[in-house]
């Protein structure tokens, strides 16, 4: 017996399970397989940027992943100390400090760019969450459940999936198939290579629980980077993390210990020399912690040659795998799944060409691959703050501690010393201040009609995110009210919806959408918003500002958030230039 559905999702993790609840959202019937019998056991993943923030409350999960989400009071910093504990009282003493990821909502700019702030969740308590909320959307969910061949043709793709705990198999026949399997099985069935940076850094991380509150500082401090002189360097010592889960900060029950060993070290494969190492690099001579779990993996940045091949499409790590600092590969997965689930519904209810798929991997592939490059230089950088420290393993301990003395003594170079290693520390804005790539990353393809405004440039392409309603960026935030009510304005794009937003001025654009939606039998929502008149009314005058187009003229949003098509002012026939427009971003035959 064959099961027959739209879309077959293959793995379970957090692309796989954000791809379900959003295709439960837009009404679109699926199964999802993974091979694992739970959810992820690893801790690995823990930051969710305000766009995914933003996504996780459009499906209904955000307020429980805040709810267990690391404080913003203790979220606000990473930190650079030498070590823990040791011999005498320098070791453990803070050397610098850098806000992270908008410092726990406080910076402006974070806070204008979103109704939503970064959260810090470990993925083995953040899939628990997506995989309930998953199931009561309707998903059907079948973890223990292996694919084990699949096979596509011109009309869909055919599956045979095995249970593992009883080793029956059945077969599945699909429309298109989700690879999201971290490029486990379905890239290599398709012929689809992952290509970039390999063995950048063997790692080894060990999840734990230990008391450490008597040794730490600083309680605001969520990342802590060891630089132990006696070990010579940030990576060599260890990067000790917070995972909480009842309490956070120094007092965290549980943490995450990053080590990394040289690519031929054999110690990286035994457990009592990694604890040994642990226990030398941390200075607590009767360190035994409750061990969780001991993970060795490697350090890569890859990039898929191409993000789909017919029917089969790949998402998350199955298209592209990044170092951890900065914490974009989760991310990067549920922003794939989000671009590419409207879709995939629009198509599949005819109410779009197939040629829509292609632009999936036109808008994420380029912003994929630029979040792989910024992860990995993000993690090299780490290198200039130990250059900035003069620290070497080739050097002695006690060479190490001469060199960093003069930050907290007054030598002759104390001064250069400190700016050094503050203009090293500032330059590490790259991973934990880019605001820009997580978050303003633009998209150019056939479903984005250009308008023909000059291109934006960045003042830092990396680290400032600048609002813009040019078609291919993202729709700014805004506080609007009606009936007294404040909402945010993005919150109007919702399950698979497409937003018109005119000025005060722009009540034809608004007719002409409203026919528009009942010609093409799309969900078109049409709103006027302006300071003194419209459906919503700028009270903060925060959209009039961003908004760079008229009065008279308008935006149409995308169902995932991005601007589509804008005009700056009033046209003739606003009901041709629209229909034009919702054409060529769907990719349907021209009126």
Known sequence: MTIETPVLIVGGGGAGLTASMLLSKLNIEHILVSSLPHTSVLPKAHVLNQRTMEIFQEVG?????????????????????????????????????????????????????????????????????????????????????????????????????????????????????????????????????????????????????????????????????????????????????????????????????????????????????????MRATLGIPDFAPKIHLISRWTMEGVLASKFHAGRVFLVGDAAHRHPPTGGLGLNSAVHDAYNLCWKLAAVLRGKAGARLLETYGQERRPVDGANVEAAVNSAMNHYTIDQALSLSPEKSPEQNWDEIRPLWLNLPNSAEKRHGLNSAIVSQTMEFRHHNVEFGYTYASEAVVDDGSPPRIPLDKVRIYEPSTKPGHPLPHAWVEREGERIALNTLVHDGRFVLIAGENGAPWVDAAQKLGEQLGIDLTAVRVGILGGDYVDARCAWTKQREFGPEGAILVRPDRYIGFRSAGRVDNPEQALAAGLHQILHLTPA
Not at 187 to 197: Q, R
């Open 61 to 277: 999960v955000a307020d429980r992943i805040l709810k267990q989400s690391t404080p913003p009071e203790n979220m606000k910093a990473t930190a650079w100390y030498a070590g823990v504990s040791g011999m005498h009282d320098d070791y453990g003493r803070r050397l610098g400090r850098l806000e992270v990821w908008g410092g726990g909502y406080t910076d402006p700019d974070f806070i204008a760019a979103s109704p939503f702030r970064t959260a810090n969740l470990p993925q083995v308590r953040l899939e628990p969450l997506l995989k309930q909320r998953a199931e009561e959307l309707g998903g059907d969910i079948r973890f223990g459940h292996e694919l084990i061949d699949c096979q596509q043709d011109a009309d869909g793709v055919s599956a045979t999936v095995r249970i593992r705990e009883t080793g029956e198999k059945y077969a599945v026949r699909a429309k298109y198939l989700l690879g999201c399997d971290g490029g486990r099985t379905i890239g290599k069935a398709v012929g689809i290579e992952l290509e970039g940076h390999r063995d950048l850094m063997r790692m080894v991380s060990t999840h734990l629980s230990y008391d450490f509150s008597k040794y730490l500082q600083d309680d605001d401090v969520l990342i802590r980077w060891l630089v132990n002189p006696d070990s010579g360097g940030s990576w060599t010592s260890g990067v000790l993390v917070a995972m909480g889960p009842n309490n956070w900060g120094t007092r965290s029950e549980e943490w995450v210990f990053h080590l990394q060993f040289a690519m031929d070290d054999e110690g990286a494969l035994d457990d009592v020399k990694v604890l040994e190492r």
